[in-house]
């Protein structure tokens, strides 16, 4: 492509057929990156040009020098390569002479004019124009440290492979950027993915000191674990870049509405300890010491919101030890000043105003351009509103997210309108101090997450008690936050699940939650909303049920109890006494779910007016549904039975066994995998028994249950039964609504071709929170066994279950807490009869012992006995 001033490079035809192979060379070896003027334009790796020169039995140089001319080789390969491939290129390579005895070497290109120390000769002038105008073709810009604030010729060319945009705003583009090999120093970057934030500032003058600002902060900050590394910056043609490491999770306000969260403990524990650590990096930004070792030297950011926190990450194992945030987004910092004899500096507005704290507001419009004397600690307040949120979406996710911020401005509206024209519509405060609100929202989440887990109360307490503070009481020096959490900080006592749940063969016994100690002291101004922590809290620790939360329009959290669990197998495991389960529950047992009068709330309103469904009602398949089947074991249900019940808008409750079924399987985690193959999606009792069986089970997993599909096992589809959202905002998501966006699926043609199960069971089974000996699972695997692998009886998908099997026995977990139930649709004797093998022909432990962890049933079987499949040995036994 010819640059936009016209010149392009020419050569002289004599050289052409000596050197027509180089030149055949270059252009097949040429390859696109992006120049200043954001023209693709093609240019040659150093790389290949090296490896071709010095092909050992070529002598290429040589041959294009045309004579011995006193100049070593090796010289010209360490020193002038680059000149020389140009000069070849524009058909003077005798010119090298006076490249090598003027010293000209490869590492001061390019130039711009014509340097004077190669003389006036018009001959000579000639040849360094054709040079110069050559040259970016051969001396792409080169990434290495050291890199900053460099001026580049827009004519200079970036060897970016690939450039996809993250997002765009007034002030700047932000854009993931891959390099191509070679292009940068192993040591300046960790990879070849980096991040360009760029500044156009030919739009707009101040973006230039925005960009100015940012690369001063980022220098002065230098390296430390809990900031975006900064790898450098330049300017090209009116845009100001600053270079940055990549963070593959986006950022935190990404994970917040991603449909992901931590199923463990541990994992909570992980997610709140990585952002409390941003309190490492406010210290490090505000305790710099530029100028000299006894005076403290610092600057605030001013814009900590979870948009400017990155999320660092292994995206097949989100919430493992790789998790980490850190702190990006230095563009509005303050400069660095003293901070000895005061933290306070005049401060712009130009920040995100929700998480900006009540001494920084300016409520009225003609405040907007005015300056303000701020401290630092405003960046506390500002962490503090972020971990506010991430309490909240811990326990409800993105939608209990989005309640808070509504309630927030509900609130604003009706009782401080004066700060909705400043843009502080949504923020934490009234002006003066933290909303009752906020703290509502901090006693809701904790009555959500599990009293045995003491790091988020912690964390809440450290939140109310030293950041979310008028400026006057805050705590000034985010170390003494950290330090406070840093002591109160206890490791998990085990990698306990949410909610607190038993295993059949790991009984665990819970005391009632009125014998618990209540560790609270109330200590504000603001009454009862907002609840410290004393010294002598520990890791027990529940809900106080008096605290009013009709602020966020929900009910106050509830006592539930848990009864001591026997040891040994269920009493409600088939084949056992039925009469059991009245001996096992408390008699104080209730359920948010039970209040509800129908259970038909999982249909669309239109739906529920026509008995719920828009399908042909099923016929029944069994008129008597409690009579027991012949071998005396379960009494007869059938899929086809929960679909009409359904329709009909019976409660799960009225069915008969559902309460028997659901006390003896929990705790339990259900994964529905759906074959969504060519061959299976013209069959509609597919997603039909799908559903049903989701609506049935959803009462019953408290994970939520999941739905996946063999096309893209590792999308996850969540019904939201979190207990935030069905306890406190009763926001259950119905069933229907959950399997929406599958039915659209399944009507196109995306990933409808042959299925592929033992890749996708090997997708599902090695993240890290499936198999689990904190979390009892059963997958439920829809198919009907028509797979790739033409006649193969399924030894590779045999295979897959020997490692889960594996699994489980590192994790020493019992063999009826993780079962595959293999449900079948059609009749292909070769499928059907893969299935049969695998429900045959267990794998075998490191003992050489058969481990049965697969049934095999047909979707018109017994529903109690699909629903128990190899959890229960006797159900695994029938035909």
Same mark, same amino acid.
């Given at each position: 492509?010819?640059?936009?001033?016209?010149?392009?490079?020419?050569?002289?035809?004599?050289?052409?057929?000596?050197?027509?192979?180089?030149?055949?060379?270059?252009?097949?070896?040429?390859?696109?990156?992006?120049?200043?003027?954001?023209?693709?334009?093609?240019?040659?790796?150093?790389?290949?040009?090296?490896?071709?020169?010095?092909?050992?039995?070529?002598?290429?140089?040589?041959?294009?020098?045309?004579?011995?001319?006193?100049?070593?080789?090796?010289?010209?390969?360490?020193?002038?390569?680059?000149?020389?491939?140009?000069?070849?290129?524009?058909?003077?390579?005798?010119?090298?002479?006076?490249?090598?005895?003027?010293?000209?070497?490869?590492?001061?290109?390019?130039?711009?004019?014509?340097?004077?120390?190669?003389?006036?000769?018009?001959?000579?002038?000639?040849?360094?124009?054709?040079?110069?105008?050559?040259?970016?073709?051969?001396?792409?810009?080169?990434?290495?440290?050291?890199?900053?604030?460099?001026?580049?010729?827009?004519?200079?060319?970036?060897?970016?492979?690939?450039?996809?945009?993250?997002?765009?705003?007034?002030?700047?583009?932000?854009?993931?950027?891959?390099?191509?090999?070679?292009?940068?120093?192993?040591?300046?970057?960790?990879?070849?993915?980096?991040?360009?934030?760029?500044?156009?500032?030919?739009?707009?003058?101040?973006?230039?000191?925005? &960009?100015?600002?940012?690369?001063?902060?980022?220098?002065?900050?230098?390296?430390?674990?809990?900031?975006?590394?900064?790898?450098?910056?330049?300017?090209?043609?009116?845009?100001?870049?600053?270079?940055?490491?990549?963070?593959?999770?986006?950022?935190?306000?990404?994970?917040?509405?991603?449909?992901?969260?931590?199923?463990?403990?541990?994992?909570?524990?992980?997610?709140?300890?990585?952002?409390?650590?941003?309190?490492?990096?406010?210290?490090?930004?505000?305790?710099?010491?530029?100028?000299?070792?006894?005076?403290?030297?610092?600057?605030?950011?001013?814009?900590?919101?979870?948009?400017?926190?990155?999320?660092?990450?292994?995206?097949?194992?989100?919430?493992?030890?790789?998790?980490?945030?850190?702190?990006?987004?230095?563009?509005?910092?303050?400069?660095?000043?003293?901070?000895?004899?005061?933290?306070?500096?005049?401060?712009?507005?130009?920040?995100?105003?929700?998480?900006?704290?009540?001494?920084?507001?300016?409520?009225?419009?003609?405040?907007?351009?005015?300056?303000?004397?701020?401290?630092?600690?405003?960046?506390? &307040?500002?962490?503090?509103?972020?971990?506010?949120?991430?309490?909240?979406?811990?326990?409800?996710?993105?939608?209990?997210?989005?309640?808070?911020?509504?309630?927030?401005?509900?609130?604003?509206?009706?009782?401080?309108?004066?700060?909705?024209?400043?843009?502080?519509?949504?923020?934490?405060?009234?002006?003066?101090?933290?909303?009752?609100?906020?703290?509502?929202?901090?006693?809701?989440?904790?009555?959500?997450?599990?009293?045995?887990?003491?790091?988020?109360?912690?964390?809440?307490?450290?939140?109310?008690?030293?950041?979310?503070?008028?400026?006057?009481?805050?705590?000034?020096?985010?170390?003494?936050?950290?330090?406070?959490?840093?002591?109160?900080?206890?490791?998990?006592?085990?990698?306990?699940?949410?909610?607190?749940?038993?295993?059949?063969?790991?009984?665990?016994?819970?005391?009632?939650?009125?014998?618990?100690?209540?560790?609270?002291?109330?200590?504000?101004?603001?009454?009862?909303?907002?609840?410290?922590?004393?010294?002598?809290?520990?890791?027990?620790?529940?809900?106080?049920?008096?605290?009013?939360?009709?602020?966020?329009?929900?009910?106050?959290?509830?006592?539930?109890?848990?009864?001591?669990?026997?040891?040994?197998?269920?009493?409600?495991?088939?084949?056992?006494?039925?009469?059991?389960?009245?001996?096992?529950?408390?008699?104080?047992?209730?359920?948010?779910?039970?209040?509800?009068?129908?259970?038909?709330?999982?249909?669309?309103?239109?739906?529920?007016?026509?008995?719920?469904?828009?399908?042909?009602?099923?016929?029944?398949?069994?008129?008597?549904?409690?009579?027991?089947?012949?071998?005396?074991?379960?009494?007869?249900?059938?899929?086809?039975?929960?679909?009409?019940?359904?329709?009909?808008?019976?409660?799960?409750?009225?069915?008969?066994?559902?309460?028997?079924?659901?006390?003896?399987?929990?705790?339990?985690?259900?994964?529905?995998?759906?074959?969504?193959?060519?061959?299976?999606?013209?069959?509609?009792?597919?997603?039909?028994?799908?559903?049903?069986?989701? &609506?049935?089970?959803?009462?019953?997993?408290?994970?939520?249950?999941?739905?996946?599909?063999?096309?893209?096992?590792?999308?996850?589809?969540?019904?939201?039964?979190?207990?935030?959202?069905?306890?406190?905002?009763?926001?259950?998501?119905?069933?229907?609504?959950?399997?929406?966006?599958?039915?659209?699926?399944?009507?196109?043609?995306?990933?409808?071709?042959?299925?592929?199960?033992?890749?996708?069971?090997?997708?599902?089974?090695?993240?890290?929170?499936?198999?689990?000996?904190?979390?009892?699972?059963?997958?439920?695997?829809?198919?009907?066994?028509?797979?790739?692998?033409?006649?193969?009886?399924?030894?590779?998908?045999?295979?897959?279950?020997?490692?889960?099997?594996?699994?489980?026995?590192?994790?020493?977990?019992?063999?009826?807490?993780?079962?595959?139930?293999?449900?079948?649709?059609?009749?292909?004797?070769?499928?059907?009869?893969?299935?049969?093998?695998?429900?045959?022909?267990?794998?075998?432990?490191?003992?050489?012992?058969?481990?049965?962890?697969?049934?095999?049933?047909?979707?018109?079987?017994?529903?109690?006995?699909?629903?128990?499949?190899?959890?229960?040995?006797?159900?695994?036994?029938?035909?």
């Amino acid at each position: 492509m010819a640059h936009p001033d016209g010149n392009s490079a020419t050569r002289p035809a004599q050289d052409t057929s000596r050197n027509e192979e180089y030149f055949t060379f270059v252009q097949r070896n040429s390859i696109e990156g992006v120049d200043g003027y954001g023209h693709h334009v093609l240019f040659v790796p150093t790389t290949k040009l090296k490896k071709w020169w010095t092909e050992p039995r070529g002598r290429r140089i040589p041959r294009a020098l045309d004579l011995q001319n006193g100049i070593d080789i090796n010289v010209i390969i360490d020193y002038y390569l680059i000149i020389f491939s140009i000069l070849v290129y524009i058909g003077k390579p005798l010119y090298i002479h006076d490249f090598v005895r003027h010293g000209y070497t490869d590492d001061r290109l390019p130039f711009v004019n014509p340097p004077r120390i190669f003389g006036e000769d018009p001959g000579m002038l000639d040849m360094l124009r054709l040079f110069r105008d050559a040259q970016w073709k051969f001396c792409p810009v080169r990434f290495s440290k050291g890199m900053l604030r460099k001026v580049i010729d827009p004519r200079q060319i970036l060897p970016i492979m690939e450039s996809t945009v993250l997002k765009s705003s007034q002030k700047s583009t932000v854009k993931v950027v891959k390099l191509y090999p070679d292009s940068y120093d192993s040591e300046w970057a960790p990879s070849d993915t980096i991040v360009f934030k760029e500044f156009s500032t030919n739009k707009e003058s101040t973006l230039r000191h925005a &960009w100015t600002r940012e690369c001063n902060a980022l220098a002065h900050i230098g390296h430390c674990d809990q900031i975006v590394q900064y790898l450098g910056s330049f300017e090209q043609k009116e845009c100001c870049v600053v270079m940055l490491e990549y963070a593959n999770g986006g950022n935190l306000l990404d994970l917040f509405k991603r449909n992901i969260l931590p199923q463990t403990i541990t994992e909570t524990q992980r997610v709140l300890t990585s952002i409390m650590t941003l309190l490492l990096a406010i210290n490090r930004i505000h305790n710099l010491k530029l100028r000299a070792e006894d005076q403290r030297t610092g600057f605030a950011h001013r814009d900590i919101n979870p948009e400017n926190i990155l999320v660092f990450w292994d995206k097949d194992y989100p919430f493992s030890r790789d998790f980490k945030v850190k702190l990006a987004d230095f563009d509005t910092a303050t400069p660095a000043q003293l901070l000895d004899e005061t933290t306070t500096g005049p401060q712009d507005n130009n920040e995100n105003r929700t998480y900006s704290p009540p001494e920084a507001i300016r409520p009225h419009r003609v405040q907007e351009v005015d300056l303000m004397q701020v401290s630092i600690d405003r960046d506390i &307040w500002s962490l503090g509103c972020v971990l506010a949120d991430a309490l909240v979406w811990l326990a409800g996710g993105w939608i209990a997210v989005q309640t808070a911020e509504q309630d927030r401005k509900n609130i604003i509206a009706s009782s401080h309108r004066y700060l909705i024209d400043g843009g502080y519509g949504s923020c934490f405060h009234d002006g003066h101090g933290v909303l009752p609100c906020v703290l509502a929202s901090h006693q809701a989440a904790l009555a959500s997450l599990p009293s045995t887990d003491g790091t988020p109360r912690r964390v809440a307490d450290l939140i109310e008690r030293m950041m979310l503070q008028p400026s006057s009481s805050r705590v000034k020096r985010s170390m003494d936050i950290w330090n406070e959490f840093d002591k109160l900080f206890i490791d998990p006592v085990a990698n306990q699940p949410y909610p607190q749940q038993r295993s059949s063969s790991r009984p665990v016994s819970s005391p009632p939650a009125a014998n618990l100690p209540n560790t609270y002291n109330r200590q504000s101004s603001l009454g009862n909303n907002l609840m410290t922590l004393s010294p002598s809290t520990t890791n027990q620790i529940i809900p106080d049920p008096d605290l009013s939360l009709n602020t966020l329009g929900l009910d106050s959290p509830m006592a539930h109890t848990r009864a001591s669990l026997p040891a040994g197998p269920s009493p409600l495991s088939p084949g056992s006494r039925l009469e059991t389960p009245t001996a096992t529950y408390p008699p104080s047992r209730s359920s948010s779910i039970d209040k509800r009068p129908v259970e038909n709330m999982d249909f669309p309103p239109s739906q529920v007016q026509n008995g719920g469904s828009s399908h042909t009602a099923l016929p029944q398949q069994e008129s008597n549904s409690r009579s027991e089947n012949a071998n005396g074991l379960l009494p007869k249900k059938y899929v086809s039975d929960i679909i009409n019940d359904r329709r009909a808008g019976r409660r799960r409750e009225e069915i008969h066994y559902y309460e028997e079924f659901k006390l003896g399987i929990q705790p339990r985690h259900f994964i529905i995998v759906i074959d969504d193959s060519r061959s299976m999606r013209g069959d509609e009792r597919v997603l039909d028994t799908a559903e049903a069986l989701a &609506w049935l089970i959803k009462p019953i997993d408290s994970l939520g249950v999941e739905v996946r599909l063999t096309s893209n096992p590792l999308n996850r589809y969540l019904s939201n039964s979190n207990a935030f959202r069905t306890k406190f905002l009763g926001l259950q998501q119905p069933t229907a609504s959950l399997f929406k966006p599958i039915r659209e699926w399944f009507r196109g043609h995306k990933g409808a071709g042959p299925c592929n199960m033992e890749l996708s069971l090997n997708k599902i089974f090695r993240e890290a929170s499936v198999v689990n000996r904190d979390h009892p699972t059963s997958v439920l695997v829809l198919t009907n066994g028509i797979w790739e692998g033409g006649v193969g009886k399924g030894e590779n998908v045999r295979r897959t279950i020997g490692e889960v099997v594996r699994q489980m026995e590192t994790q020493n977990i019992a063999r009826t807490d993780f079962t595959i139930q293999l449900l079948s649709f059609g009749d292909d004797p070769t499928g059907i009869g893969r299935l049969e093998y695998l429900d045959d022909n267990p794998p075998k432990d490191s003992r050489g012992r058969a481990c049965d962890i697969v049934d095999h049933k047909r979707h018109t079987d017994n529903l109690w006995e699909i629903l128990w499949g190899a959890a229960s040995e006797e159900v695994d036994k029938l035909p």
